[in-house]
């Protein structure tokens, strides 16, 4: 199973929502500003049709380091778009980056995202009892991040750190940084996507978590394969 087949299908089994459909016509609405800072930045993409009742979103997190990348990135504005298509209210998400302001700026924007998406539920069409996220590399951290603080309904990270690893970078000294620092019980849904010979996260440390997690009764699952290497090979 490729990593769109398994994210489509945690999303939907996770969001139990049966509205989700294919090839729905969509209109997408570019920069919206959902914080005073210039970088935060969201567009959003939905279905044109009414729907009976509000439909599921989800909140996608580029990845790029902390200090790169953009929503605009063709990746993470094909996973909007075809999301969207098939039913979902999507959110594409910029947030300040290292060389903006420092951390923890970005996991505070990405929450921020969250509270902006559940202010305006009513005006996107939006259950706000049904918002999933998704990020890859540093979108992913902040993806899970989301999900150990119980802010969305579930989360996907693809080659997500869990933890810098590296006790001589001062972000090493902030464990509430890192999902590995929230290590507690009732956390939502967090599906793990890693490649088992990633060079940059390390699978010791995702496994490592993602046990530590499962061991006290969370929702988490591991999917250790090569399908972060078929994420960017596809994109």
Not at 38 to 65: F, M, N, Q, T, Y
Not at 100 to 123: L, T, Y
């Amino acid at each position: 199973m490729n990593l769109k087949s398994k994210l489509t299908q945690t999303l939907i089994a996770l969001m139990l929502t049966s509205q989700v459909q294919a090839q729905e016509q969509i209109t997408v609405t570019k920069n919206v500003q959902y914080d005073e800072h210039k970088s935060c930045v969201l567009d959003v993409a939905r279905p044109v049709s009414e729907a009976p009742s509000p439909r599921p979103a989800i909140i996608i997190i580029h990845g790029g380091g902390w200090s790169a990348g953009d929503k605009t990135d063709a990746v993470y504005v094909n996973l909007m778009r075809d999301y969207a298509e098939m039913g979902y209210v999507t959110f594409n998400v910029n947030y300040r980056l290292t060389r903006e302001a420092d951390m923890p700026a970005c996991i505070e924007d990405v929450e921020r995202s969250v509270e902006f998406v559940k202010q305006h539920a009513s005006e996107y069409g939006v259950d706000p009892t049904r918002i999933g996220c998704f990020g890859h590399s540093a979108g992913g951290h902040l993806s899970l991040m989301l999900g150990v603080k119980n802010l969305v309904t579930c989360c996907v990270g693809g080659a997500p750190p869990t933890e810098i690893g590296n006790p001589n970078n001062p972000w090493d000294k902030h464990p509430e940084w890192w999902p590995i620092g929230h290590i507690k019980k009732e956390t939502s849904p967090i599906l793990i996507l890693q490649g088992s010979e990633d060079p940059i996260v390390r699978p010791k440390l995702t496994d490592d978590f993602g046990q530590k997690m499962h061991k006290i009764g969370n929702k988490v699952e591991t999917m250790l394969s090569h399908i972060v290497d078929e994420f960017q090979e596809e994109n």
